[in-house]
């Protein structure tokens, strides 16, 4: 939390929290971000924030979260992909700017991939 509230201020609120479960045998997400600028005309700093706690170890074969850096800059949606995959260790705190492109990639393992998830926002 420490973290959190020095990027979005000591009174931001819990919007969203639960877990995502990829599946053996599941796709890649698409690509998307999982919410929009608050301005479209003037880059302003983060605003929502994406927790990512990993309820297992995250590997290649069981899909982790690919990002794409710099596209939660305003107008670099569509820069070019240089994605990188964030392989974590269970209970790891991965941190998003809830606007960056990313994407759950595919499960190949045998197994289910849990991850929790906490969105928080600026008031």
């Keep these: ?11 931001c609120d819990c919007i969203y929290k639960g ?17 929009p600028h608050l301005s479209e005309k003037k880059h302003l700093n983060a605003h929502c924030l994406n927790v990512f706690v990993p309820l297992v170890d995250l590997t290649t074969a069981n899909g982790p979260t690919e990002f794409v850096p710099t596209t939660q800059v305003l107008g670099r949606f569509d820069a070019p992909e240089n994605p990188v995959a964030v392989c ?7 941190l998003m700017d809830y606007r960056i492109k ?3 990639l595919g499960n ?4 289910p991939r849990p991850l929790l998830y906490i969105t ?4």
Excluded: C
């Excluded at 877990?19 to 919410?35: A, E, I, K, N």
């Excluded at 974590?88 to 991965?94: C, H, I, K, M, T």
């Excluded at 928080?120 to 008031?123: F, G, I, L, Q, V």
């Design 108 to 111: 190949n393992s045998a197994e």
């Design 19 to 35: 877990v995502m479960l990829s599946l053996p045998g599941s796709f890649p997400q698409p690509w998307h971000q999982d919410g």
């Design 88 to 94: 974590a260790s269970a209970g790891d705190v991965v």
């Design 102 to 104: 990313h994407r759950g």
């Design 1 to 11: 939390m420490p973290t959190v509230q020095a990027i979005l201020g000591d009174d």
């Design 120 to 123: 928080y926002a600026k008031k």
